[in-house]
């Protein structure tokens, strides 16, 4: 099993030399508690903060009463881009936000019925849109600062029968932004390959085994991880689907992301170039709790109509057989 974990969260996101980090200053307003606290950019200060990044890779951000936070630049040229984006079509002034920064996915294999699939869990919405990406010959989980490439390309390439670990580390020498990435990988083998970057969130780590690839940033620490390669373990009776809903259940009860939880997903693909298994929580206040319950809504009335579609055996399909007698 490999395993990479961080530490160090005092030193990643230092104040500024001499000035303590203040309460909400303004720009900051508090939502559920399970909600993130977000920082309103102006495209100047944006543009001010990208063009005052440090040499160690550091930005100085001025966030109001001449205040000034250290933030890792990639995030400060996000918030630049996406900023000036708004600008552009008249929505200055309008906080964007940075890209999604995933708590924690599982990538697996189930070796009963080959099928692969991928669930996640996080503090910001619709965690299904940017993580999970499925193949019949592979799955990948791109989270932190998510590079969809990683699974664009990847997964063509696993299907070609390439290792996970052969495919990761080809795609990642050549991404310039391979030190915000997170991202775990399973072929149809079972075989799995992680990647966490050292500017990922503490605490940041992954495992991998026979079948799976565990991954988060910005836990509350290890212990989250374990339980969720725990769990996903000891339930290989079962279902993937329902090992995934699991899996989630369980990183969110050990802790999950320390600011919460707003949006889950499970996505599981068969011998077919479509999901058997698509269950998205886009926001929700309980997104694991909903998680479950949208888990027994879809297997009562959603999958037995999955099943009855076209087959590339079968491009009937069951469902158009008894509509046509």
Not at 140 to 169: C, I, K, W
Not at 291 to 301: A, K, S
Not at 305 to 317: C, F, I, L, N, W
Request: aromatic share 4%.
């Amino acid at each position: 099993m490999g395993v990479r974990h961080g530490g160090h969260a005092a030193a990643r996101y230092p104040a500024h030399p001499g000035t303590p980090r203040p309460p909400a200053p303004p720009g900051h307003t508090s939502r559920r508690r399970d909600q993130r606290v977000a920082l309103t950019r102006t495209v100047n200060t944006a543009q001010r903060c990208a063009a005052d990044a440090e040499p160690d890779g550091w930005a100085v951000e001025v966030v109001g009463g001449g205040v000034c936070w250290r933030v890792p630049f990639v995030e400060v040229l996000t918030a630049a881009t996406v900023t000036a984006t708004d600008a552009g079509s008249g929505n200055a002034g309008r906080s964007s936000g940075y890209l999604p920064t995933v708590t924690f996915s599982i990538a697996a294999r189930c070796p009963r019925t080959g099928q692969l699939g991928v669930g996640a869990l996080t503090a910001r919405p619709a965690v299904g849109k940017f993580v999970a990406h499925v193949h019949p010959g592979g799955v990948v989980a791109t989270q932190a600062t998510p590079n969809p490439f990683l699974a664009y390309d990847g997964l063509p390439l696993l299907g070609e029968g390439r290792s996970p670990q052969d495919v990761l580390t080809e795609l990642l020498a050549r991404d310039p932004g391979r030190e915000v990435r997170q991202v775990g990988m399973v072929d149809r083998q079972g075989r799995s390959h992680a990647f966490t970057g050292s500017r990922t969130r503490d605490w940041a780590g992954h495992h991998t085994g026979p079948g799976f690839a565990v991954q988060g940033n910005r836990l509350v620490g290890p212990e989250t991880l374990a339980e969720i390669v725990r769990v996903f373990e000891d339930s290989r009776e079962i279902d993937l689907a329902e090992r995934l809903v699991l899996a989630i259940e369980t990183g969110e009860e050990a802790g999950g992301d320390r600011h919460g939880a707003r949006s889950a997903t499970v996505t599981v693909i068969g011998d077919q170039p479509y999901p058997l298994w698509d269950v998205r929580v886009d926001d929700a206040e309980h997104p694991a709790r909903e998680l479950r319950r949208l888990h027994g809504v879809f297997q009562e009335e959603v999958l037995p109509t999955v099943q009855g579609m076209p087959t590339r055996d079968d491009p009937m399909g069951e469902a158009a057989r008894q509509a046509l007698g």
